[in-house]
């Protein structure tokens, strides 16, 4: 699917599934986005022609730099708020739902959203360069949609780093460390590599047996429609303060320089 200022695209080969988004802005996600990716993971996850799944986003700098700060400064009210961050939630629970197994290419740094989607794949291979930060307390919301996801990965002690030390990176060893990657690689050949072995292997594995994995991988989180919506709420609030509207305007004149 097609935008103007960006992509979610799709392929299967082999019975491999690779899902790829674009935005010029660091792999950002607007709304449009948003929606896509969560459609095609659907979409995917039910095709009997898939076995595995690959997300990665386009090119070999940055992951996702997370919300769309232009679409943050263009809501106008909860409503608009709530579907806003409710598309971050449709996406993780498109992931979280998808019976196949999902690996990750996590090539470049991540923010915000970026890193909700790397905790919600099943399987996140990194490269050396791709550190995280939870950005958003330091615009004045928080990572609430985000945060069961990032939570179930690397726990609540290093969940609750990242969120109040809001403007510092955490390098993609501090990662891997507390399990939000599982391998890390020097060169964009070696991660995509890598990938390519694993789904290679994972294409030739029982299709019964990596959906009850899954399944088990995901027990007791059932509930995360109603809480990734409640969270999607509080987000969509947030963000109509002047505090967020002001560091909002910070941050994008201080890119802009």
Same mark, same amino acid.
């Given at each position: 699917?097609?935008? !103007?200022?960006?992509?979610?695209?799709?392929?299967?080969?082999?019975?491999?599934?690779?899902?790829?988004?674009?935005? !010029?802005?660091? /792999?950002? $996600? !607007?709304?449009?986005?948003?929606? %896509?990716?969560?459609?095609?993971?659907? *979409?995917?996850?039910? =095709?009997?022609?898939? @076995?595995?799944?690959?997300?990665?986003?386009?090119?070999?700098? &940055? +992951?996702?730099?997370?919300?769309?700060? =232009?679409?943050?400064?263009?809501? /106008?009210?909860?409503?608009?708020?709530?579907?806003?961050?409710?598309?971050?939630?449709?996406?993780?629970?498109?992931?979280? @739902?998808?019976?196949?197994?999902?690996?990750?290419?996590?090539?470049?740094?991540?923010?915000?959203?970026?890193?909700?989607? #790397?905790?919600?794949? *099943?399987?996140?291979?990194?490269?050396?360069?791709?550190?995280?930060? $939870?950005?958003?307390?330091?615009?004045?919301?928080?990572?609430?949609?985000?945060? !069961?996801?990032?939570?179930?990965?690397?726990?609540?002690?290093?969940?609750?780093?990242? &969120?109040? %030390?809001?403007?510092?990176?955490?390098?993609?060893?501090?990662?891997?460390?507390?399990?939000?990657? #599982?391998?890390?690689?020097?060169?964009?050949? %070696?991660?995509?590599? &890598?990938?390519? =072995?694993?789904?290679?292997?994972?294409?030739?594995?029982?299709?019964?047996?990596?959906?009850?994995? @899954?399944?088990? +991988?995901?027990?007791?989180?059932?509930?995360? *429609?109603?809480? $990734?919506? =409640?969270?999607?709420?509080?987000?969509?609030?947030?963000? $109509?303060?002047?505090?967020?509207?002001?560091?909002? /305007? @910070?941050?994008?004149?201080? #890119?802009?320089?």
């Amino acid at each position: 699917m097609q935008h !103007p200022d960006g992509y979610v695209r799709s392929e299967i080969e082999h019975g491999i599934a690779t899902i790829e988004f674009y935005h !010029p802005a660091s /792999n950002s $996600l !607007p709304g449009a986005i948003l929606e %896509d990716l969560a459609k095609t993971i659907n *979409d995917i996850g039910i =095709d009997e022609k898939v @076995k595995v799944i690959i997300l990665k986003s386009h090119g070999d700098r &940055a +992951f996702c730099a997370g919300a769309s700060f =232009d679409e943050l400064m263009a809501i /106008n009210n909860e409503a608009e708020g709530k579907k806003f961050f409710g598309g971050f939630a449709h996406v993780i629970n498109a992931m979280r @739902k998808c019976h196949k197994l999902i690996i990750g290419r996590i090539q470049g740094k991540a923010v915000g959203g970026g890193v909700g989607l #790397a905790a919600s794949v *099943d399987y996140a291979i990194a490269s050396e360069d791709a550190s995280v930060k $939870l950005s958003e307390l330091a615009i004045g919301i928080g990572p609430f949609v985000v945060g !069961p996801a990032v939570e179930r990965k690397i726990g609540l002690s290093c969940f609750s780093q990242l &969120a109040i %030390d809001a403007t510092e990176w955490r390098s993609a060893e501090w990662a891997k460390k507390h399990g939000l990657y #599982a391998e890390l690689h020097k060169t964009t050949v %070696d991660l995509d590599q &890598a990938v390519a =072995d694993l789904a290679e292997r994972l294409a030739h594995s029982s299709p019964e047996a990596m959906a009850q994995l @899954k399944k088990i +991988f995901w027990h007791g989180t059932e509930h995360w *429609d109603t809480i $990734l919506s =409640d969270r999607a709420a509080i987000s969509g609030k947030l963000v $109509l303060s002047d505090f967020t509207r002001n560091a909002i /305007n @910070k941050f994008k004149a201080k #890119a802009a320089n």
